[in-house]
């Protein structure tokens, strides 16, 4: 295992500077940059069991059911805002805007090519964006339901909105990524190395992109001026292989990446310092693997990434160790750490999602109703609710009750 220390942040401190955000963007009144965290409130109270069997035999623990998907549901996200809307979409072609709450189906997308594969909800609520694979890239006014902007590109891997401005950004299939301002359709692009721009994630400053390449780059975007701030080549301070999932730590200068070549890489954004590798390899076992999903909790200097292979591995940030290995029944899809608690959120080929306590390695709790692979899940900002989505076209609402802090 690489290694150096983790804690060379540099200037961890920073102020939001409305001037300097990129020159597109008109900045919100009223937005602000990081949310407080400790204002998200999660429900403690007895989960109400379904009328289906889950995975296994489990018994279903979802609240509700959303079932107007004819085929496997790809994506979803939940509006920030209100915690209550939640887009998702699918495998067929089709998107749909709906209430967590009531199930109640606000708005149906159609007249995409191909499958429906990222999807969300602008910053201030009011839009919300669908892209299919295809690179068909739809955006729709919330309140009046019409269509306000549309785009195609070349085949699309991955898209985000800008955290506090209607700015929109997304990786293709040739290595480009494309960012607009919506609904006027002003547009800046980044070239990519000439492979698949297979992740991204705009730094919490709100100046900065990180993309990770196909070929194991990653690099380090100025979104004003659309430069090169730092490159972290393959086979060096890059990855081996295909980079496919990363996360950008809240103090805004950590960025953390995972990898088909089953390794997780730490960087420092400010100074482009490369600070280590994570060896995620499991060396029982010769099936493919790689890292999948991985991300720094909120609240203690840990991180964590979960494999093909289903191993959730809580690495101790400053001195890159393993403080515990969580095996899964399947692969791991995604996780999520909660906001104000050391647990960790994550979701299985096996169709369960379980919840993990970062401290001692244990699974707290787990959820089931899934007949398939869960292929994507989101939790509302108040911390109440989270919805996945599956194989088995469905999505699912669960009521989260954790433990007491």
């Avoid at 290694?3 to 001037?19: I, P, R, S, W, Y």
């Avoid at 085949?155 to 990786?171: I, M, R």
């Amino acid at each position: 295992m690489e290694n150096e220390n983790v804690d060379d942040t540099g200037d961890a401190d920073f102020e939001f500077d409305e001037d300097e955000i990129v020159e597109i963007i008109e900045i919100n009144e009223g937005d602000g940059l990081l949310e407080n965290l400790d204002s998200i409130d999660i429900d403690d109270g007895d989960d109400e069991g379904g009328e289906e069997g889950g995975a296994d035999g489990l018994i279903d623990s979802s609240s509700f059911v959303f079932k107007q998907h004819t085929d496997a549901v790809f994506t979803v996200s939940v509006d920030k805002k209100s915690s209550n809307l939640v887009v998702t979409g699918g495998q067929d072609d089709r998107g749909f805007v709906w209430s967590a709450n009531t199930g109640e189906q606000i708005m149906e997308c159609n007249g995409f090519k191909d499958s429906v594969t990222c999807v969300g909800f602008s910053p201030d609520g009011s839009m919300v964006a669908m892209a299919d694979l295809s690179g068909v890239i739809r955006v729709y006014d919330i309140e009046t339901k019409k269509e306000v902007w549309s785009f195609e590109c070349s085949d699309t891997e991955w898209l985000q909105w800008h955290p506090v401005a209607n700015v929109l950004l997304l990786g293709t299939t040739d290595g480009d990524v494309w960012m607009w301002k919506v609904p006027s359709g002003d547009c800046k692009t980044f070239q990519g190395p000439g492979c698949t721009a297979n992740c991204g994630r705009i730094l919490p400053d709100g100046k900065r992109l990180c993309v990770g390449y196909d070929n194991g780059l990653v690099k380090i975007w100025d979104l004003k001026d659309v430069n090169t701030l730092h490159s972290f080549n393959p086979g060096r301070e890059g990855h081996g292989s295909s980079v496919v999932c990363m996360d950008c730590h809240h103090d805004n200068t950590r960025i953390m990446t995972g990898s088909t070549d089953v390794t997780s890489r730490l960087y420092n954004a400010n100074t482009g310092k490369f600070l280590g590798s994570l060896d995620c390899k499991n060396k029982e076992s010769t099936d493919e693997n790689s890292v999948e999903t991985c991300g720094f909790s909120k609240i203690q200097n840990y991180a964590a990434t979960g494999t093909l292979l289903g191993t959730l591995c809580i690495w101790d940030v400053p001195t890159q160790t393993a403080r515990n290995v969580c095996p899964h029944e399947a692969g791991i899809v995604k996780l999520k750490w909660d906001a104000i608690s050391p647990l960790i959120y994550t979701a299985c080929l096996d169709g369960v999602l379980r919840l993990w306590d970062s401290r001692n390695g244990q699974c707290v709790t787990q959820w089931a109703g899934h007949q398939d692979a869960i292929l994507d899940f989101d939790i509302s900002s108040d911390g109440n609710t989270l919805i996945s989505v599956s194989e088995d076209k469905t999505a699912r609402v669960f009521s989260l009750h954790t433990p007491d802090r």
